[in-house]
Every structure is written in C-alpha cells, then in structure tokens.
C-alpha cells in the first residue's frame, strides 16, 4: 500500500469570540451618536469588518466598564492591527498617502493594545488572564488561570479550549477530552470555533487513529467547505490510501456533526 501523508493541522489555537451586535445602532447610527468612537482611524477601504469590530467592542465598553468588555477590546484591536498591518505593506502608485494612513491607523491600534493590556494585568477575569499569559508570557496570570480548572468560571466553549492550548503539549488525552468538552458546552445553532476539529485530527494524527482523523477532518469540511485547510481530494486519497470505509465514517461525521450543531454532542470515552 502507498504510504499516505497524515492529514495534520497546527494543534491548539487560541480561541476569541466577538460579541455580535444583533441590537442595538447599526454602525452608522452608532458613528451618529458616538463620533469619537468612528473617528479613532482614518477611514480606508481595508478592514472595515475589523474596524466595525473595534467600534461595537468601544461602545459596549462605554456603555458598561468591565474586564469582560475590555477584553472584547483587546481582541478587536488585535484583528484590526493584524488586517491594517497587513494592508500597509500594500504600494500604491498613485496614492502613497493610504500607505501613511494605515501605518498611522496600525501604530494607533497597537497604542490601544499596550493602554488596555496594562490596565488589565492584575486582573482575575479568566478571558484576561488567558491573554496575558498567551501574548506576555505572564506566569502569575498562567498560574492563577489554571487554577480555575473544574470551576464554573471555565464553563464556556472558548475558556475550554484556552485551556487545552495549554496542556497540548503536556497531555495529549487531557487535550483532547478539553476539546471534546469544549464542544459539549455550544448551544444550538451556535458558531463553531472550527480549530477545534482541526486540532482534535491533528491529535488523533499523532496517535495514527486514521479513521478519527477522517471523521474530524470530514466534520470541518462539511461544516466549513471554505477553509483550505483540507480539501476533497485530500480525504479521497486518504480513504484509498488507508482503505477507510467511506460510506460509515461519511456517517459517523455527519451525526456527529449534527449532535455538536444541535447542542447534544456527548464526547466518546477516551
């Protein structure tokens, strides 16, 4: 039999969710009433959806100063820096100034990382903790984060996953039952954050279980057919290169799937 490469993905990315504002001003209304908020940036035709992002995180933290609030802050900087940055490097020949203008837009955002993360680092909020110690190395705020494990605190999908980020590379059945967990705690019809099935195949690549790594690997494909991570063809050639039976792991991920959608996925022993 020709030897297969295993499907593998990056094990254990850290997981952040943005409130979505489903009340509430839309983004110009929120431009009307709150005109420093919009006016933190300059405009450009890049990042809008980031910069939406880091207008809603304000307004919520305006409305209502918290260490929750703050930490949505945190991560809506975060992408909007990343996106700017990324735009920046872009010439333009005919318009230099929107290189200056983002690179001022970036510089304003990492200015508004460093302001928050320093209000922020004594804080005991689990999501903050979490942040200072994956971006800082914090150990205090590792130590404290940790010992949070089996309290109610850490009782939500993405708090699971920060936590198995941690043990990914100490205990690697540990992970995976966080992982299960993690996906255990969605309500129906929730978002799902889609590392967690690449990093539970990547687990089970490592533990050459072939036919858990299909399942997982087939779960992100029904469930994001956009990612580029893992194509048809990659699981085709996995089934013939590991004589796999299509039909019953086609199955298995589909009623799995169905299970974590509808918020009733029980994780299997492990």
Same mark, same amino acid.
């Given at each position: 039999?020709?030897?297969?490469?295993?499907?593998?993905?990056?094990?254990?990315?850290?997981?952040?969710?943005?409130?979505?504002? #489903?009340?509430? %001003?839309?983004?110009?209304?929120?431009?009307?009433? *709150?005109? !420093?908020?919009? !006016?933190?940036?300059?405009?450009?035709?890049?990042?809008?959806?980031?910069? @939406?992002?880091? +207008?809603?995180?304000?307004?919520?933290?305006?409305?209502?100063?918290?260490?929750?609030?703050?930490?949505?802050?945190?991560?809506?900087?975060?992408? =909007?820096?990343?996106?700017?940055?990324?735009?920046?490097? @872009?010439? *333009? @020949?005919?318009?230099?100034?929107?290189?200056?203008?983002?690179?001022?837009?970036?510089?304003? /955002?990492?200015?508004?990382?460093?302001?928050?993360?320093?209000?922020? !680092?004594?804080?005991?909020?689990?999501?903050?903790? $979490?942040?200072?110690?994956?971006? $800082?190395?914090? !150990?205090?705020?590792?130590?404290?984060?940790? /010992?949070? #494990? +089996?309290?109610?605190?850490? #009782?939500?999908?993405?708090?699971?996953?920060?936590?198995?980020?941690? =043990?990914?590379?100490?205990?690697?059945?540990?992970?995976?039952?966080?992982? =299960?967990?993690?996906?255990?705690?969605? %309500?129906?019809?929730?978002?799902?954050?889609?590392?967690?099935?690449?990093?539970? /195949?990547?687990?089970?690549?490592?533990?050459?279980?072939?036919?858990?790594?299909?399942?997982?690997?087939?779960?992100?494909?029904?469930?994001? %057919?956009?990612?580029?991570? @893992?194509?048809?063809?990659?699981?085709?050639?996995?089934?013939? +290169? =590991?004589?796999?039976?299509?039909?019953?792991?086609?199955?298995?991920?589909?009623?799995?799937?169905?299970?974590?959608?509808?918020?009733?996925?029980?994780?299997? *022993?492990?």
């Amino acid at each position: 039999m020709k030897k297969m490469k295993i499907i593998k993905f990056v094990t254990i990315l850290p997981f952040f969710t943005l409130t979505a504002c #489903e009340q509430g %001003p839309n983004f110009a209304e929120l431009c009307d009433q *709150h005109v !420093e908020i919009c !006016e933190e940036f300059q405009e450009d035709t890049w990042c809008k959806k980031e910069r @939406i992002a880091v +207008g809603f995180a304000n307004l919520s933290h305006k409305l209502k100063a918290n260490d929750s609030n703050k930490y949505q802050q945190l991560i809506a900087y975060e992408g =909007y820096e990343k996106c700017m940055a990324h735009a920046a490097k @872009i010439e *333009h @020949i005919k318009l230099k100034v929107k290189k200056t203008i983002r690179t001022n837009n970036v510089l304003k /955002a990492r200015d508004k990382i460093k302001e928050i993360s320093l209000a922020t !680092e004594k804080s005991e909020h689990p999501d903050l903790l $979490y942040f200072h110690w994956s971006r $800082y190395l914090n !150990e205090a705020s590792l130590n404290k984060f940790i /010992a949070l #494990e +089996g309290n109610e605190l850490l #009782e939500r999908s993405n708090r699971q996953v920060n936590l198995a980020s941690y =043990y990914a590379k100490r205990d690697p059945t540990k992970t995976l039952n966080l992982l =299960y967990h993690a996906l255990e705690l969605y %309500p129906s019809d929730a978002k799902l954050d889609t590392e967690i099935f690449k990093s539970i /195949a990547s687990i089970f690549a490592d533990k050459k279980e072939y036919k858990q790594v299909y399942i997982w690997s087939k779960i992100l494909r029904m469930y994001d %057919p956009k990612d580029t991570t @893992i194509h048809d063809s990659t699981l085709q050639s996995y089934i013939i +290169g =590991y004589g796999l039976d299509a039909d019953f792991l086609n199955k298995v991920a589909d009623t799995t799937l169905n299970n974590i959608t509808a918020g009733t996925f029980t994780p299997p *022993h492990t």
